[in-house]
């Protein structure tokens, strides 16, 4: 069965460090990932998704099928990145599994 | 890119009543599908609403408790009957086209008494 773990339920850091949101699936198929974020009183959103291969806020991801991993990155974290991201498995008819979410605290 | 509309925001309700909840897309959309995020805890997929007929439930959803209708390609209702304190969640409509980004609605914060 598909399964989309974020370790992490909290990750907190100084404005201008880097940011590294990591998350780990299981797919017996091909995957296809996703994150989404949700910034305080607001929906949720998509991010990025790995296909396409941009770069979103300075964010970052790429997916590892050695290591099932599909990491978040960002070089040097800004105040508004301030929210929670979730990483999301795509599976056949569009359904999304998605991971228990990390909730990400810039501080000034 | 779809925007997706709730109603109720959210609601208060009482133990062994029902509430039904709407998601309007400004759009035709292909795909339209209903999560719960229960308190401090990540979304689950609660069913897929198919447009003309009966929903698919993902396991440990049935229709009898989440009945779901979609009666056009861009309204859908979710039902919560008898609800019981343990529906407290927000509940999400989310909609795509065919295998393209689902976009979510703003979210049904619902509390049960």
């Known amino acids: 069965a598909q399964r989309v773990t974020q370790p992490e339920k909290l990750l907190s850091v100084f404005k201008g460090a880097p940011v590294e949101l990591k998350c780990n699936y299981s797919?017996?198929?091909?995957?296809?990932l996703f994150w989404y974020v949700q910034y305080s009183r607001q929906r949720l959103q998509l991010l990025l998704r790995h296909i396409s291969r941009e770069s979103i806020k300075g964010f970052t991801a790429d997916l590892n099928k050695g290591e099932t991993s599909f990491h978040l990155k960002k070089p040097f974290a800004q105040e508004e990145d301030s929210a929670m991201y979730y990483c999301?498995?795509?599976?056949?008819?569009?359904?999304?599994?998605f991971g228990g979410g990390t909730r990400l605290m810039v501080k000034p | 890119s779809a925007v997706i509309s709730q109603k109720p925001s959210r609601d208060i309700c009482q133990r062994g009543t029902s509430l039904t909840i709407q998601c309007q897309v400004d759009?035709?959309?292909?795909?339209m599908f209903w999560y719960r995020q229960q308190p401090g805890q990540s979304l689950t997929l609660i069913a897929t609403a198919n447009q003309g007929s009966e929903a698919t439930y993902e396991s440990g959803f049935v229709i009898d408790k989440f009945p779901i209708s979609r009666p056009n390609l861009t309204f859908s209702t979710l039902t919560v009957s008898n609800m019981s304190p343990e529906d407290s969640s927000i509940y999400l409509c989310?909609?795509?086209?065919?295998?393209?980004?689902?976009?979510f609605g703003p979210g049904t914060r619902l509390l049960v008494l």
């Open positions: 759009s035709q959309v292909t795909m």
């Open positions: 989310s909609a795509a086209v065919g295998e393209e980004t689902q976009y």
């Open positions: 797919y017996s198929g091909s995957p296809e």
């Open positions: 999301a498995l795509r599976q056949e008819g569009n359904m999304l599994t």
